[in-house]
């Protein structure tokens, strides 16, 4: 029957190369800060090797212009009311997921460009639009409904979609930078109590609607407390731009 292995009489080393005098030198000892810095310096070029790697492009919103009226103004900004239909499409098959003539009694849709009402890609797809332009836009997955997608409207996880958009209509949206300047009569960049009040009358004279005097101070009061953040009395210019416009 075999036995076990036994353990041998003496522990095993290694003999190291042999010295000028015949014998063998003992094993370097390898210290262990040398390890530390090894897997210091692994760690700093696998960072190196990160930072060289060539950058991945952004997906971006294609667009072709299908029609450009020979007077293309006012071009729509952020900010702009505007008043258009579209029809969305998914690019994997090209089937019909959307449309806006279905919707609201075949009315435009109506909504506030660059603030997140409709989807990224659509906000970016209608800048600097003009009424009466057509285009076709392709928007990839992370300007649309991305990983998720969005079941109730039957666009799948990662879907490409496709619009083709009718601009019919871009107006000074509320907040616009020009309201503000016409409030602002001291052109201080702030709004007094006394501007927005002048600001309503003239607003409720154009109208020509009959209401009880009651209605303007229930509106300016209301308007004080959901944007005089501060409470300084005023309505900043940062308070007012609650849209970012830039020219404010």
Request: hydrophobic share 35%; with cysteine; charged share 25%.
């Amino acid at each position: 029957m075999r036995g076990s292995l036994a353990a041998p009489s003496r522990p095993f080393c290694f003999l190291g190369p042999p010295t000028r005098t015949g014998g063998s030198a003992p094993p370097a000892a390898v210290p262990r800060r040398r390890n530390a810095m090894g897997r210091r310096l692994s760690l700093l070029l696998a960072a190196l090797a990160l930072l060289a790697a060539p950058a991945r492009a952004e997906e971006e919103v294609k667009i072709e212009v299908l029609h450009l009226p020979d007077a293309c103004s006012p071009k729509s900004k952020k900010g702009d009311l505007l008043n258009a239909h579209y029809d969305g499409f998914l690019a994997s098959n090209g089937s019909k997921f959307y449309c806006s003539r279905t919707q609201n009694d075949g009315h435009p849709k109506w909504f506030v460009l660059g603030v997140g009402q409709v989807i990224k890609g659509l906000d970016i797809a209608m800048m600097n639009m003009c009424p009466g332009e057509k285009r076709k836009v392709v928007i990839p997955p992370s300007l649309a409904y991305g990983q998720q997608g969005y079941a109730q409207g039957k666009i799948p996880p990662n879907a490409t979609l496709i619009f083709e958009i009718e601009l019919y209509a871009v107006n000074k949206g509320p907040r616009s930078v020009e309201a503000f300047h016409q409030i602002d009569k001291d052109n201080d960049k702030k709004l007094s109590e006394l501007e927005i009040s002048q600001y309503l009358k003239e607003e409720f004279a154009r109208d020509g609607k009959k209401r009880h005097p009651s209605v303007h101070d229930e509106i300016l009061a209301d308007i004080f407390k959901k944007n005089d953040h501060d409470g300084d009395g005023f309505i900043s210019a940062k308070e007012y731009n609650v849209y970012q416009h830039d020219e404010l």
